[in-house]
């Protein structure tokens, strides 16, 4: 196991909250850190370029100042995804304002992070990588990330096809950093699988969008809350690259979710003018059907919590085998 000193004693919960494009603002993310979770949102929901520099000195200055003023509560930093792709032309802009103030943790999407490891690390930040496969994870660990974050079968957005049992013990072979795990995790019963697993951290990001934070459509917080797994279809339609999308959205922008085409993963995009993912098109985890609600974020991570403490509790009274 491997837990970053950045991140030692101030988390509530072993949990990163994954950055969800639109969904993720700084309402959000400052909750998310004041509860003991690091929240996060990708750097293009900063729009235009410009906002993004007034979203990282509120976050910054709403987060000392709750610390300052609760010196005894556990407060988690906060980290920023950067989307390495030709398709994101504000990548030099916006790193570059991520290292001017020294974001503590940049998730890092699509191509390994070669030429942000040695920035971020120069100010003493750290950086994940999405991965969803072996190779994808080999590459990212020669670029010299501090993290891992394996998108395993059943997360939402673009996630890989892999079972996290699978995928766990793999990585750890040849990789002793943080391993973060990702895939239908939205209770505090399944953070605890993700660690007897292997994982350092788990990875959440469907159950946030269901709270009162976040911002999501309320038509969409309602879907989460309507439906389950099977309403789950995964697909490479809508950017070019596969994901989990729910069905209902998907019927209801005029499309038949059981006879989706493959798109060319070459031309990744975010949809036609007509229908956007992910405006349009919105992506769930498998793990919705525990979602039954949309709280304000402080009550959910109690809840999470207490859930948490229950199943530590409840694996005592598991018979024990020699």
Not at 24 to 37: M, R, T, W, Y
Not at 53 to 60: F, H, M, N, P, T
Not at 221 to 235: F, G
Request: hydrophobic share 45%; with cysteine.
């Amino acid at each position: 196991m491997s837990m970053p000193e950045l991140l030692a004693d101030r988390l509530s919960l072993p949990v990163i909250c994954s950055p969800m494009f639109i969904i993720s603002n700084p309402d959000l993310v400052i909750e998310q850190c004041k509860a003991g979770l690091v929240g996060s949102f990708p750097a293009l929901n900063a729009r235009p370029a410009e906002v993004l520099d007034e979203w990282l000195i509120r976050i910054k200055t709403e987060l000392a100042d709750y610390q300052a003023a609760n010196p005894g509560k556990k407060v988690a930093p906060f980290a920023v995804n950067q989307i390495i792709h030709g398709s994101n032309d504000r990548l030099e802009h916006d790193l570059g304002l991520c290292i001017k103030h020294e974001v503590p943790i940049i998730i890092t999407s699509l191509m390994a992070p070669n030429q942000i490891v040695g920035p971020v690390h120069d100010y003493g930040g750290l950086v994940f990588h999405d991965v969803i496969n072996i190779r994808h994870a080999r590459k990212a660990a020669e670029a010299g990330v501090d993290g891992l974050i394996l998108v395993c079968s059943g997360a939402g957005g673009h996630a890989g096809s892999l079972s996290p049992f699978a995928l766990v013990q793999e990585v750890r072979e040849f990789f002793d950093g943080t391993i973060l795990l990702a895939g239908s995790i939205s209770t505090g019963r399944s953070v605890l699988a993700a660690q007897a697993m292997g994982a350092d951290l788990a990875y959440m990001g469907t159950r946030f969008i269901a709270t009162k934070e976040a911002n999501a459509d309320p038509d969409y917080k309602q879907m989460l809350i309507d439906h389950a797994a099977s309403d789950i279809v995964y697909s490479s339609l809508f950017t070019g690259v596969h994901g989990n999308y729910l069905k209902p959205s998907i019927s209801r922008a005029g499309l038949d979710p059981e006879n989706l085409p493959e798109a060319d993963k070459s031309k990744m995009n975010f949809g036609s003018a007509e229908t956007k993912a992910w405006r349009d098109i919105w992506g769930a985890g498998q793990g919705l059907g525990s979602i039954k609600d949309a709280p304000a974020t402080a009550d959910l991570v109690a809840h999470l919590v207490q859930e948490y403490t229950d199943a530590k509790a409840d694996l005592l009274t598991v018979s024990n085998y020699p």
